[in-house]
């Protein structure tokens, strides 16, 4: 899932491309979008820091996910 | 009488001692404290008999005596040793390169006297 | 109307708290107290280094003239922080491990600490950010020129060269002070980063503060601003998708490669996780930041005069407004920006060129190496701050020269452009084996050289650089090496043109060049470990177990870290080793442990080549290509614990060797000791008993001869005694039965009487004292009689033993927390490292002879006095002579 978070937020981003061309979108709805995807980004992004590393882990530099590539 | 003695010996005091002694019985005293070039003042001196003290800077007395019976002309030259350490094995090594007599410090004045004219003598 | 002189006082004023900032956060950082000086909220401020006065004032000119696309310079760092996951973390960690100091550093400690490549990165680092600094000095004076223009009854105008060169005048003094105060093992600077967050909540606060201002005071709410923002010029802006993707894929390059966003991110991290922290927040920030970038825009393109500069709209509507207060505050959000970005940009570069170019050059001058010469510290330091100077001159000559007449984007993107040509080379490093410096080599230089051909020359414009004619139809007419359409693809934005190719050619080179060749032993040791970081968690190995000589590593180590780090530094590892002193075994282990420590301070490759230079080789042994080679995990998990296994028991057997030595040795000790007892008793009753005898049977004595023969027996009988008094005294101290008398005292006087009653202050003493009187101002409580005794004996040491022609004697005091140290150093040729364990034995007279001295029991005793003092002597090695250290708590407390 952490690694999911950032193509799933690329995709997200590139929705403009598709019907941006055209111009034929709202400025200001793209505006919304965009930002509205940034901030879902970002709460996602903060709940799974909070699994990954919670508050007061001991043991820094561990491994919770067993390898990282 | 009016022999000559050379002292190899470090300690001022001890030589005065043993010059004191020796000149009153009318002996010529000459000395030298240090160990490297003692085996150069023997052979220059040439004396009749030798007093060697075993700790001696630059060199030790046993190699002296080493270097004194190697030599053929000093090679029979009576040697009294001296040493403060009065261990056994100290008294075993002088006799084995050939010490004449073997003396531990303190010594009394009429044992060292004795010593020495009777290497004189011999 | 603020003015000119209002808005200066200002500005002094907000620098003043930033070096209070600074200098406060120092000074707790020194006194242990980090605490909140590194936690993740002070990290992730500090990210904010990203956000330049580009940002502050250049998103808006953005948006005005292209809409939205300003926004894909924060998406792609979005992106690459909330997949830290995937390889923030990783970097984070090899920088920690490795102890990295810089990108320049990383790269060339990745591929063989090739210095080749340090090199190159530094060069193409120094390119890139040049012109991004006068960038920022650009945007600082055009800010003072906007309050002068507004001011109707008029200031002048300032002179904007002269701000110019004030500004950078004024940063490089803050830099320096707060970025080379200190030569840390980790590169890491409290007073700068703590500094760096404080500016980052301002410049957050005063955008927040226009935004606000915009939407509700100016466009009276939401709904009516969104309407505002659809009916304006940026609703019909062209929409580009090519430059969308390219500028996002850039901005993401540009969180791993601008060299200011690899010094906060890595080489300031304290933790690893903070990145969890600032994985969200920074986001955050940058959505913050970005929120009413459009807002301003739409307003400022409406309500302002036609004409005016988009790049300063967040200065120009508050103030056309009347709102002075919050266009202050803006001006400082953008002072800053501006700042921030050139501190940390030039501690960055100019840790690069010591690190890479200075010492390297040094290093190759001296020849002989970090064994011969003075002070390597001060050299290192010293070429820092020359380098800051550099770099802010360099940044201020292109501002003058390029007149600061471009748009303020396309700088920053023409730099970001620059440094992600380092991309491929790291991301490739970290995640591929096969990468070989050779690789990387070509990548960097071609990537490089189109960047410079395609967009970096271009951007002088027509007939600066590049001719009009090659712009149009490429040189000598060749039209597909255009430099603006390489290859004969037209029609492409200039910069996703550049990317394109420059990326494209630039990793294609990287892999051809390092799949046709094999990487270097030392590349594949160091490959794998950055790799395979989580797997491994030990160092990087390569020395084989060779005859470097402790000493004098001790001598280099002392020179780069300083003294105290460095006899630390040894004294534990011989400790962990199981050896007394300070000289440990010159394990690879240890000389691995060394290197780092050494490259935290002149970067790995200079660090591998002076302990090469020692050492006498840098080749890798058959045991670590062996490691190298036995990768599965299985091999790993079994020769880690059978390492772990020899270790112990190669310990044990060094410690058993070690004792066995002792015992030895302390055995014919024993033997010595009866010898040497018997002979220092038995040759002062020689003469007493000589001369009593003499005294008692000779009546023909004179009075003077009497006298004198009494005298020798009394001098020989009160040595006699002496000796006695020693033996008893070294019993009772051994014994632990001593009564100390505890008094407070003065180190000064303490020394000044040793001095005395060793004859060391009569004019005619041969033996010349080097002290400094000052720093031995000290006030202790202890036994000072017993003290002094000590040091009365190292000094009749230095006297009797020191053979060098012109004796001196150096005493050195420093305080080390608790204790203080004091060092005898004498100028001689010291003691024979196989004899410093022994000189605190009884009776270790090193020379057999005796000279007329004593016998033997000084250094005995001064030991023994030293441990009932709560304190210590030890022989330290390394100092060019005979050298004592004596260590003394400040207050004597009772052992309980």
């Known amino acids: 899932m952490a690694r999911l978070l950032p193509v799933l937020g690329l995709l997200l981003f590139l929705v403009p491309l598709l019907g941006g061309r055209g111009g034929n979108a709202q400025i200001s709805t793209l505006l919304v979008y965009l930002f509205g995807v940034w901030a879902l980004l970002i709460v996602f992004a903060a709940i799974l820091a909070r699994q990954l590393y919670p508050a007061d882990t001991p043991d820094q530099g561990a491994d919770p996910d067993g390898g990282g590539e | 009488m009016g022999k000559d003695v050379l002292l190899i010996e470090d300690e001022p005091n001890i030589i005065e001692a043993i010059r004191f002694i020796l000149s009153r019985d009318g002996w010529s005293v000459y000395t030298h404290s240090d160990g490297q070039t003692a085996f150069d003042k023997v052979l220059q001196t040439r004396p009749d008999v030798i007093i060697l003290d075993v700790m001696l800077p630059g060199k030790s007395g046993f190699d002296i005596l080493r270097d004194i019976r190697a030599d053929a002309s000093t090679a029979d030259l009576p040697v009294l040793m001296l040493t403060a350490k009065g261990q056994t094995k100290d008294r ?3 006799t084995q390169i050939g010490v004449s007599q073997f003396m531990t410090k303190p010594f009394s004045n009429t044992d060292i006297l004795a010593s020495v004219r009777e290497l004189a003598a011999s | 109307m603020i003015d000119f002189n209002l808005l200066v006082a200002i500005c002094i004023l907000y620098v003043a708290f930033l070096f209070l900032v600074a200098f406060i956060a120092e000074r707790r950082a020194n006194a242990g107290q980090v605490g909140w000086l590194r936690s993740p909220l002070v990290y992730t401020l500090s990210l904010s280094v990203y956000c330049t006065a580009w940002t502050f004032y250049g998103a808006v000119g953005y948006a005005a003239r292209s809409g939205l696309e300003f926004v894909t310079i924060y998406l792609g760092p979005t992106l690459v922080l909330i997949g830290w996951w995937w390889a923030l973390r990783k970097l984070v960690r090899i920088g920690k491990t490795q102890r990295i100091t810089s990108i320049a550093d990383l790269i060339s400690s990745r591929y063989g600490k090739s210095n080749t490549l340090g090199v190159i990165v530094t060069l193409l680092a120094v390119v890139g950010t040049t012109p991004y600094i006068a960038l920022q000095l650009q945007s600082v004076t055009l800010s003072f020129a906007v309050f002068a223009r507004a001011g109707a009854d008029g ?83 062209p929409f580009n998708g090519g430059r969308w993707v390219g500028l996002t894929f850039l901005s993401a390059a540009a969180i791993f490669t601008l060299p200011r966003m690899f010094q906060v991110l890595v080489v300031e991290n304290a933790d690893e996780r903070h990145l969890a922290t600032a994985s969200w927040a920074f986001p955050l920030y940058l959505f913050l930041m970005s929120l009413f970038v459009v807002p301003i825009a739409v307003i400022g393109l409406s309500d302002m005069p036609a004409g005016a500069n988009p790049d300063l709209f967040v200065l120009t509507i508050p103030l056309s407004l009347g709102k002075e207060g919050l266009a202050t505050l ?10 921030s970005m050139v501190i940390v940009a030039s501690i960055a570069l100019s840790t690069m060129v010591s690190n890479h170019i200075v010492m390297p050059l040094w290093l190759r001058l001296q020849g002989q190496g970090a064994t011969v010469s003075g002070d390597v510290r001060k050299l290192v330091l010293r070429a820092r701050r020359i380098s800051i100077g550099a770099v802010l001159v360099l940044g201020y000559l292109y501002y003058r020269l390029t007149g600061g007449s471009a ?59 590049l001719s009009a004619d090659l712009l149009a139809n490429g040189p000598a007419g060749v039209s597909w090496l255009r430099p603006q359409a390489l290859f004969g693809v037209t029609g492409m934005d200039p910069v996703v043109h550049a990317v394109f190719w420059s990326m494209v050619l630039n990793t294609f080179a990287f892999f051809a060049v390092s799949l046709g060749g094999f990487p270097g032993p030392m590349e594949r040791l160091q490959g794998a470990q950055f790799v395979n970081v989580f797997e491994h968690s030990s160092a990087a190995r390569g020395w084989a177990h060779g005859g470097a000589e402790a000493e004098d590593l001790m001598m280099m180590a002392q020179r780069i870290l300083g003294p105290d780090e460095a006899q630390s530094l040894f004294l534990r590892a011989a400790q962990e080793q199981g050896k007394g002193g300070y000289l440990p075994e010159t394990t690879p282990a240890f000389l691995e442990r060394l290197e780092r420590e050494l490259a935290g301070s002149v970067g790995a490759a200079t660090a591998h080549a002076m302990v090469g230079q020692i050492v006498g080789r840098s080749s890798v042994s ?81 009075g003077g001869e009497r006298g004198k023969y009494s005298g020798i027996i009394h001098d020989e009988a009160i040595r006699l005694t002496r000796l006695l008094d020693d033996l008893l005294d070294l019993s009772v101290l051994e014994r632990g039965q001593v009564t100390l008398d505890a008094q407070e005292g003065n180190l000064r006087e303490l020394i000044d009487r040793a001095l ?28 000072t009689d017993r003290l002094r005794q000590v040091f009365i004996n190292l000094i009749a040491n230095a006297r009797k033993y020191c053979d060098a022609a012109q004796p001196v004697l150096r005493i050195d005091v420093r ?16 003691i024979p490292k196989k004899s410093q364990a022994i000189i605190f034995e009884k009776f270790s007279r090193l020379s057999d002879q005796s000279s007329a001295g004593g016998a033997g029991l000084g250094l005995a005793i001064c030991r023994e006095i030293m441990a009932n003092l709560g304190g210590s002597i030890s022989y330290l090695p390394g100092q060019g002579g005979a050298a004592f250290r004596v260590r003394i708590p400040l207050v004597y407390a009772k052992a309980a």
């Not at chain 3, 840390?184 to 935004?211: M, R």
């Not at chain 3, 299985?634 to 004792?659: D, F, H, M, N, P």
């Not at chain 3, 005395?756 to 036994?783: C, K």
């Not at chain 3, 305080?815 to 010291?830: E, K, L, P, T, Y």
């Open chain 3, 815 to 830: 305080r080390q927390g608790d204790m203080i140290a004091v060092d005898f150093v004498d100028n001689g040729s010291g």
């Open chain 3, 622 to 702: 058959v045991e670590d290509l062996m490691a190298v080679a036995d990768e599965t995990a299985q091999i790993l998990e079994t020769s880690v614990r059978l390492e772990a296994q020899s270790e112990e028991l190669s310990r044990t057997a060094r410690q058993l060797q070690e004792a066995n030595e002792k015992l030895t040795e302390l055995s014919v000790q024993k033997d010595a000791f009866l010898s040497q007892i018997s002979h220092e008793l038995r040759t002062p009753m020689t003469s007493i008993r000589a001369f009593s005898e003499i005294l008692m049977d000779a009546d023909a004595l004179s």
């Open chain 3, 330 to 339: 803006a001006f400082l959000g953008g002072f800053s920006s501006a700042t």
């Open chain 2, 92 to 94: 075993e090594l002088a």
């Open chain 3, 756 to 783: 005395t009653a060793t004859g060391a202050t009569e004019g005619d003493d041969p033996l010349i004292i080097r002290r400094d009187r000052a720093s031995e101002n000290m006030q202790l409580v202890t036994d």
């Open chain 3, 407 to 465: 748009a303020l984007a396309s700088i920053g993107l023409i730099s970001f452009a620059g440094v992600a040509q380092v991309l491929p080379a790291l991301l490739g490093g970290l995640f591929w084996r096969g990468a070989t410096r050779r690789g990387a080599a070509a990548g960097l230089l071609v990537g490089f050289a189109v960047w410079l051909y395609s967009l970096f020359l271009p951007s002088f414009g027509a007939g600066a650089v």
């Open chain 3, 155 to 237: 200031w002048p105008m300032p002179d904007l060269n002269a701000t110019a060169l004030w500004v950078a005048g004024g940063l490089a003094v803050f830099t320096v002070l707060f970025g080379t105060r200190n030569l840390d093992t980790n590169e890491q600077h409290h007073g700068v980063v703590t500094a760096i967050a404080v500016e980052a909540v301002v410049k957050l606060v005063a955008l927040l503060g226009v935004g606000l201002f915009v939407v509700w005071g100016v466009a009276g709410g939401i709904d009516p601003m969104l309407s505002r923002i659809s009916d304006s010029p940026l609703a019909t802006a």
